[in-house]
Nanobody
Framework: QVHVVESGGGLVQAGGSLRLSCAAS????????MGWYRQAPGNQRELVAA???????NYASSVKGRFTISRDNAKNTVYLQMNSLKPEDTAVYYC??????????WGQGTQVTVSS
């Protein structure tokens, strides 16, 4: 069993910052990728950022330079530091853990709302 739990969403004014956290527990294997996705109403879920357990990162072009993904492998935790937030960043943010053949796991989502 694997559990993925996010925290840290909320309401912030444009230009502000938020930090999301996601902790995975259970049967966690090396070589996994942890990431953040988001889904706004009427839109498909999209990748925001991802990080391997070796530290390689990948960002959506819309958040490059504003968001930073990091992880603590000892705690199986991933973070998303979001700066210079814009109203278009408003969405439900989901944490994802990919473990290849061992499975693909999602958190329950956390709402991020950016007011203009």
């Amino acid at each position: 069993q694997v559990h993925v739990v996010e925290s840290g969403g909320g309401l912030v004014q444009a230009g502000g910052s938020l930090r999301l956290s996601c902790a995975a527990s259970g049967s966690i294997f090396r070589g996994n990728v942890m990431g953040w996705y988001r889904q706004a109403p009427g839109n498909q879920r999209e990748l925001v950022a991802a990080i391997t357990n070796g530290g390689s990162t990948n960002y959506a072009s819309s958040v490059k330079g504003r968001f930073t993904i990091s992880r603590d492998n000892a705690k199986n935790t991933v973070y998303l530091q979001m700066n210079s937030l814009k109203p278009e960043d408003t969405a439900v943010y989901y944490c994802n853990l990919k473990q290849g053949l061992q499975g693909n796991y999602w958190g329950q989502g956390t709402q991020v709302t950016v007011s203009s």
